[in-house]
Each structure stands twice: as structure tokens, then as C-alpha cells.
């Protein structure tokens, strides 16, 4: 089993009493209406991640915004007052409300800091309105919100993405349009429908995805789609991630404390360890380090 070092590409820390994550408030009819939510609103410091992750060789970590309330700059200045000792949040991934008007000034202003490394855009749509995460099903190829995706390249920024398979040809465009934009996939391209035809669009639109090569994915949160998981559920989709993007282009992340819904972090990297122990050492480096290492400039 895999012993070296770990990048965890993908998480999120909070502190409530600022009042920036309304999702998160045990009040709020959102921590009502998602299953299991109220497992993750309270407080979440880099103390808290460094004892979930106590177990495993974690030696840095990405965080991804966290549906900040207010100005997205706000969150990352909050970011740079927290403790770096023991590698949590030496990177960043930061909003910016990609077509809402003034995402130009808020990139540049994300930009300034060092340690921002990109830009999450979320396109999930589902034809089931209680599974949006957006309201327009052809947000990416909204005028305003592909001009301003445009602008990252030229900060030397990345687009991080969170879509369904829905959205694949939307994003293969994007991709094409744009070969000098770095685009990470979250959470396996978010495989929500589990029926035969779900995972069979969801396999064809990693597919279609996957031919780009400025296309990169984050085998992160497995269990968000998968409530009845087992590991052999989990690997079938991990696998089918490497089998599209190869080993130099796909990493395991976490998305925790979300993914603690679901799973502890000892069952996401056991799991992930289990299901990369088939492969080359080297290959199992780059999945759990290298990649994030380059992708992220660690």
C-alpha cells in the first residue's frame, strides 16, 4: 500500500461565526433540506483537518472556495491569517463569480496572491431542479462567462470545474477554445445518476472530455454520488477516470470536511491506496503527489 507523500487537492475550511457560509448555518433551510449536512456545519481549521488527516502522509493541501458570501477576495485574505505549519491551505483555488459582472477586477485582485493557483467555475445543471447547482444549463457558453474564463491564462491561473455529465460537450468547447487554459475536473466529473443510463453518460462524457489535453480530473469525494458505496463501486469509477486521463493527468483528493457526509478520511485514502496498489509505485506517486504538485506549483 501506498506510504509516500500525499497532496490533498481538495478541501475546504470555515469558520462560521463570520457569517460567510449561510449554507452551512444549522438554521438555514439548506442544512434542512440536504441529508446529512448537519454533519459538517460547525467550525473547520486547519487544526481540525491536520487530526483527520493524522493517519496518512499528508504533506500540503489546496483549498477550494467555499461559497463565500460577499466579496470572494474576502475569503482568501481570511486565508492568509491562518496557520501554514503544518501544510494545510498552501495553496488556493478562489471565486469569483465568473459571468455575475466585476469578475475581471475580483481575478486580478485573486491573482495578487501567491498562493492562488485558480478559479472554480461551477456549470452542474440537472435536469432534476433539486440537483442544480446552477439555474442555466448553458452557463458555459454564456458570452460573459466565457470572457471571463478567458482572463485566467493570462494570470497564470487554472479553471477548477464542477459539472455533470450533462455539461461534457459544453466543457469539451471550452477546452478547445481555450488550449492554453489549465481545467480541473472536481469529483470524478460527478457521476449523479446511478442507473445504467447515468453511468453510461456519465463514462461517454469523460470520455469526450478526456481527449483534451489542457483537461486534467480530481478523483475526489467518491462517496457524494455513491450513498451505498462499497470499494469495488468506488474503484470502477476511479478507474474509469484513470483509464480516460492516464495517471499523469488525475489525482485523489478529498473534498473534506464535505465528504465526511459520506465517508471518514481513513476510508477515502484507504480506499484510494487499495485501489492504487494495482498500479506502478511511480504511477501511484503521481496520483497521490506528483500531479498536484505540479498542477497546483507546490
Request: a negative charge; glycine letters at 6%; proline letters at 6%.
Amino acid at each position: 500500500m501506498y506510504s509516500g507523500p500525499i497532496i490533498d487537492p481538495h478541501h475546504h475550511l470555515w469558520d462560521l461565526s463570520m457569517g460567510k457560509h449561510a449554507w452551512l448555518v444549522p438554521s438555514d433551510p439548506t442544512v434542512q433540506a440536504i441529508a446529512g449536512l448537519e454533519k459538517i456545519a460547525h467550525d473547520y481549521f486547519p487544526d481540525d483537518y491536520a487530526r483527520d488527516a493524522a493517519g496518512h502522509n499528508v504533506v500540503a493541501t489546496v483549498h477550494i472556495e467555499a461559497l463565500w458570501a460577499g466579496n470572494p477576495v474576502e475569503e482568501t485574505r481570511w486565508l492568509e491569517t491562518l496557520d501554514k505549519s503544518r501544510g494545510v491551505a498552501l495553496r488556493y483555488v478562489a471565486g469569483a463569480s465568473l459571468g455575475m459582472g466585476g469578475a475581471e477586477r475580483v481575478i486580478a485582485e485573486q491573482a495578487a496572491f501567491d498562493r492562488v493557483t485558480g478559479i472554480r467555475g461551477i456549470l452542474s445543471w440537472h435536469p432534476d431542479p433539486k440537483k442544480c447547482f446552477v439555474s442555466d444549463p448553458e452557463l458555459g457558453r454564456n458570452a460573459d462567462w466565457r470572457r471571463d474564463v478567458a482572463l485566467l491564462p493570462a494570470h497564470g491561473l487554472n479553471l477548477e470545474l464542477m459539472m455533470y455529465p450533462y455539461q461534457a460537450s459544453i466543457v469539451r468547447e471550452i477546452a478547445d477554445s481555450l488550449p492554453d487554459l489549465q481545467i480541473i475536473i472536481n469529483h470524478c466529473g460527478s457521476p449523479i445518476d446511478r442507473d445504467a443510463e447515468g453511468m453510461q453518460r456519465w463514462r461517454d462524457g469523460l470520455k469526450l472530455i478526456s481527449v483534451c489535453p489542457n483537461i486534467a480530473i480530481k478523483i475526489s469525494n467518491p462517496g457524494a454520488y455513491d450513498h451505498d458505496w462499497t470499494p469495488e463501486s468506488i474503484r470502477d469509477v476511479a478507474m474509469h477516470c484513470i483509464d480516460c486521463f492516464g495517471t499523469e493527468r488525475s489525482m485523489f483528493g478529498t473534498d473534506y470536511p464535505v465528504s465526511k457526509i459520506q465517508m471518514s478520511y481513513d476510508q477515502i485514502y484507504d480506499t484510494f491506496k487499495t485501489i492504487a496498489s494495482a498500479l506502478p509505485v511511480e504511477d501511484q506517486a503521481k496520483l497521490f503527489h506528483d500531479n498536484a504538485k505540479r498542477f497546483y506549483r507546490l
